[in-house]
């Protein structure tokens, strides 16, 4: 055999290594989008006494599970009328913002470099939440933590859920005011609720990372060749017209957009993106768009926490209250 030959076969042998290795990430990356990892979070011991497990029946009658939290009473011990809605991303759940170890233990993943680390919680956001008066309803979106259901990548389900809560929390619970604080998924979940005459029924929103198009998704995490593998995968899921919605619908609802400078998993433009498509000259006040450096995919809560915690709620008074 000559050196030439021998050469050949070791590079056919590279490139069909190479495309093995192509087509079992791809593979392996729509089994990831489609089969969330359950993930639950404890209460803390301060907050425990107080929650209740509440249950809703979906469409699909599907049962699905939130965590209710009541806050501070008025002096007359009336119940607060005014709840934020904790809706998560994939593969977290109510009370938590970012499952990040459920992320390293994917095969797809972990072969970036990513990091294992514990949970991001929600924690400090919903003590504070609670102190200033307002309702916790933390939910498990459908197939994760305690709500059952089957997975709906294109998101249809997940919104058709969300609408059933906010349903609960006004007929079941005489909830006046009403905010979204959506993650990732969830926040999605909002933009495009926002482009809804009603907004879904949500009177305000903070929106975490949401992803408003496939495009770049990912990118910092999964390197060249696997991502264009799993391209075909991303553009199959979600709110693929979501750009479009927001760009004819230019909705109105009031909206706070958070995102991290240094998101590998969503980059940040897909925030700026989205926010020169709701802001309106004529209402400046009802959108913002708030990146925070040093920050990766939802990690701003926990690098700036303070500030995290205190636009959160200040945006939210800004708009309760019938005051605008």
């Known amino acids: 055999m000559t050196i030439n030959t021998f050469s050949r076969i070791l590079l056919r042998r590279s490139l069909l290594l190479q495309a093995v290795g192509v087509a079992l990430t791809a593979g392996g990356s729509a089994y990831y989008f489609t089969h969330p990892q359950r993930v639950v979070a404890e209460l803390p011991p301060d907050l425990a006494p107080g929650a209740q497990d509440v249950y809703l029946l979906a469409k699909d009658g599907a049962r699905l599970h939130a965590v209710w939290l009541v806050g501070s009473r008025d002096s007359g011990g009336q119940l607060p009328e005014r709840t934020l809605v904790q809706y998560h991303g994939f593969n977290s759940s109510g009370g938590v913002v970012l499952a990040r170890e459920a992320l390293y233990r994917r095969g797809v993943l972990r072969q970036s470099g990513i990091q294992e680390g514990g949970p991001l919680l929600a924690w400090p956001l919903v003590r504070a939440g609670l102190a200033r008066g307002y309702n916790f309803l933390l939910v498990d979106v459908r197939s994760h933590g305690r709500s059952r259901g089957a ?54 929103m903070v929106l975490d990372s949401p992803v408003v198009t496939p495009t770049g998704v990912y990118a910092g995490v999964i390197h060249k060749p696997f991502y264009w593998a799993v391209q075909p995968v991303l553009h199959r899921l979600g709110n693929r017209d979501l750009l479009e919605r927001l760009r004819s619908a230019q909705p109105r609802m009031p909206i706070l957009l958070i995102h991290g400078r240094e998101d590998t998993h969503v980059p940040a433009w897909q925030s700026e993106q989205a926010y020169d498509y709701i802001h309106n000259p004529a209402a400046p006040e009802r959108a913002r768009l708030w990146l925070v450096p040093g920050a990766d995919h939802l990690e701003a809560l926990e690098v700036a926490p303070d500030e995290y915690v205190r ?14």
Do not use: Y
């Open 151 to 204: 997975w709906d990548s294109s998101g249809v389900a997940a919104t058709q859920d969300l609408l059933g809560w906010v349903k609960w929390l006004r007929i079941e619970q005489g909830q006046l005011w009403i905010g979204l604080w959506g993650n990732s998924l969830g926040a999605t979940v909002g933009l495009g609720l926002a482009c809804r005459p009603g907004g879904g029924g949500f009177d305000a």
């Open 311 to 324: 636009q959160t709620l200040d945006w939210f008074d800004q708009w309760f209250g019938g005051m605008h």
